[in-house]
């Protein structure tokens, strides 16, 4: 009874809390932070590297292969008579010629004798560009996007160096003039959706215009997208899928989807009896739905999601066995979904007990589960019908367990309901156990909203989901974003166009 009560007042204390923290927000102030203990004593003596830390492999091989611009001779001083000359030792030193060079282009002028003036043309790369060349603009964009340079220290920075430029000019050369970067990335969510098995799901907040709003992360081990809206629902994500404004599409897939959400059966009969409905634009399905008389809310908000599902599938923007894997937020449950395992098994660690019984209860549970998970990576490399049935009846048992501890058992309740989404590696072996590419994948945009704060115009947001897309594909792709850029400014092309290799190297799911 002792323990009943002091669990309900960790649970008030908690709950108390996360009402202050949340009216200090309202106020714009700041939570309480969750400082946590320090890992220095624990780690003093401990001299492990941190991964990547090391020399990368093939050091020596590279050094060969560096770009020579200058050669210097030495010559040996002292050599005794009667020395053989053996050639020479040669000792690499790398460096960067880090100045402004300044081309002027005098261009002739002539008048003809009626008056009238001819100009020596501009190069067309150069008319293209105006004042600053294929350098000066892929390093701000470098700068800017890449490394989370301020737009205020680029300008520091380029002052210094002797460049004349202001601060909005800088602003122009990130934002204006993108719409084939803009088309690019659009292109990278269309490929992964219809080429790619699952997607990896997650969203982060990002304020706008001093308002704010979120960002949703859609992506794989092939690809990154981001876009940032006003809101997070799982309308605004079925929008995210159809980028193209698909519109709204009553067929089976449609009806499926709304009799699985509980879209009451009257309602359905309306739709069904209408025949497949297809409309082009939002006033037109709210006129539909009117014409049918439905039109309490929560059932218009199922059967538009429906709709627009509906009609995505229709134009076959994804592919129909998509596995979307997420942290079990509610917007993202739609067709195949996949939960993360080191998401659920978060809800058991934050668990404390209040007596060293439930304290070995939580520890136990805990250990079984990742001696599971263990299992099911295992399982992933070799599936096997026998080890399946296996696996499902070893999950029922440990969350279904019953243990001294309340909150562990109705913890150990609500993840064994999530049984089907949390096993459907057992169905889909390839399919990842978690969503820690999404969640590294998005940190890179946490980074920069920290450095950098909101954004203030639709443009800038537009150009930052943009570029923090292209940079994130482009790492997984194996290309260097300072290649990309200066290829993609200069108009050479010569890096292939990424949704093309995204096409040649995600697996072909559809065949």
């Known amino acids: 009874m002792v323990c009943a009560l002091l669990e309900i007042i960790l649970f008030q204390q908690e709950q108390i ?9 309202l106020k714009g102030q700041k939570p309480k932070p969750k400082i946590r203990p320090s890992t220095l004593e624990h780690d003093r003596g401990k001299k492990n590297k941190q991964p990547g830390s090391g020399k990368r492999p093939g050091s020596a091989k590279r050094k060969k292969a560096l770009t020579i611009h200058e050669t210097v ?12 000359f053996k050639g020479y030792e040669d000792f690499a030193v790398q460096g960067l010629v880090f100045q402004p060079y300044n081309r002027l282009y005098r261009r002739e002028r002539w008048e003809t004798a009626q008056g009238d003036s001819i100009v020596a043309p501009l190069p067309d790369d150069v008319s293209m560009l105006g004042h600053f060349d294929t350098t000066i603009r892929s390093f701000i964009l470098y700068q800017y996007c890449h490394c989370h340079v301020t737009q205020p220290l680029v300008l520091e920075q380029l002052l210094e160096l002797g460049v004349d430029i202001s601060a909005g000019q800088i602003n122009r050369i990130i934002t204006e003039g993108k719409e084939r970067f803009h088309t690019e990335k659009e292109e990278i969510l269309r490929v992964g959706l219809q080429s790619s098995t699952h ?61 699985d959400r509980k879209l009451p059966e ?32 929560r059932h218009i908000r199922i059967a538009t999601e429906g709709a627009v599902l509906g009609s995505v599938l229709e134009h076959d923007a994804l592919n129909p066995e998509l596995v979307i894997i997420s942290d079990d937020a509610g917007q993202f449950d739609i067709l195949v979904h996949a939960l993360c ?23 136990e549970v805990r250990s079984k589960i990742w001696d599971f998970y263990r299992d099911l990576k295992a399982y992933k490399q070799k599936p096997h019908p026998k080890k399946r049935a296996a696996l499902e009846r070893r999950f029922d048992r440990i969350f279904t367990t019953r243990t001294c501890y309340a909150t562990l058992n109705q913890t150990l309740m609500r993840i064994h309901r999530n049984k089907g989404e949390l096993l459907l590696v057992l169905e889909r072996p390839d399919i990842p156990l978690h969503n820690n590419s999404s969640e590294r994948d998005i940190r890179e945009y946490v980074k920069k909203r920290k450095i950098s704060g909101s954004t203030r115009s639709d443009l800038g947001r537009r150009c930052r989901d943009t570029f923090a897309s292209l940079k994130k594909t482009c ?13 993609r400014v200069s108009g050479e092309n010569v890096v292939p166009w990424l949704p093309d290799i995204l096409n040649q190297r995600l697996p072909a799911s559809l065949e």
């Not at 809390?17 to 927000?25: K, V, Y």
């Open 266 to 297: 009257a309602q359905r009969e309306r739709l069904i009896s209408a025949g497949k409905i297809v409309c082009e634009d939002q006033a037109e399905w709210n006129q539909t739905l009117k014409g049918l008389g439905i039109t309490n809310s």
């Open 341 to 363: 395992w080191i998401h659920a098994e978060r809800s058991i660690k934050k668990l404390v007990g209040f007596n060293d019984a439930q304290r070995e209860a939580v520890a």
């Open 475 to 487: 790492r997984k792709l194996g290309i260097g974003f300072w290649e990309y850029l200066n290829d």
């Open 73 to 84: 001779i030495l010559r040996a001083h002292d050599v005794l008579k009667g020395s053989r």
């Open 199 to 259: 997607v990896n799901v997650d969203d982060t907040g990002a304020r706008h215009k001093g308002k704010n709003g979120y960002c949703t992360h859609i992506g794989n081990e092939m690809f990154a997208w981001f876009q940032s809206t006003a809101h997070k629902s799982r309308m605004n994500f079925l929008e995210l899928l159809s980028p193209g404004g698909a519109g709204y599409t009553v067929n089976n897939d449609a009806l499926e989807y709304m009799r």
């Open 17 to 25: 809390q996360e009402l202050r923290d949340e009216i200090s927000r």
